[in-house]
């Protein structure tokens, strides 16, 4: 019987390339800029641009529907589940925020 023979040493790993941006993803209008939070449920995505006081929301492969958020600072996302007429309600300094009380532009 023959003796076992060394194993091979692992090669070193790569290093990871790093991300690309996520620009060529971006689904609002690219003067907006870049969103401070956006997220998406129920078919319908979200992003909000606080400098600039808007918000953006797609509904489906619809349109894209731009908001004036006024004097609001959104701090976050809810959605009602249920039906199709699914109610959109943000977070706010002063509580909560729906979707048709803001200025559509």
């Known amino acids: 019987m023959k003796p076992m023979k060394p194993m091979t040493p692992m090669a070193p790993m790569k290093p990871m390339e790093p991300m690309k941006p996520m620009d060529d993803a971006a689904w609002w209008p690219a003067e907006l800029g ?3 939070s956006a ?7 979200y992003a909000y641009f606080g400098d600039t ?3 953006a929301v797609q509904q489906g492969d619809g349109p894209v529907r731009l908001y004036d958020t006024g004097r609001h600072r959104i701090q976050g ?3 009602q589940q249920g039906d ?12 909560p925020i729906t979707l048709e009380s803001l200025t559509p532009l």
Do not use: I, K, V, Y
């Open 39 to 45: 997220g998406a449920q129920n078919q319908r995505r």
């Open 77 to 79: 996302f809810a959605q």
């Open 53 to 55: 006081h808007r918000l």
């Open 84 to 95: 199709s007429s699914a109610s959109l309600t943000f977070a706010g300094e002063d509580g």
């Open 34 to 36: 870049r969103p401070n």
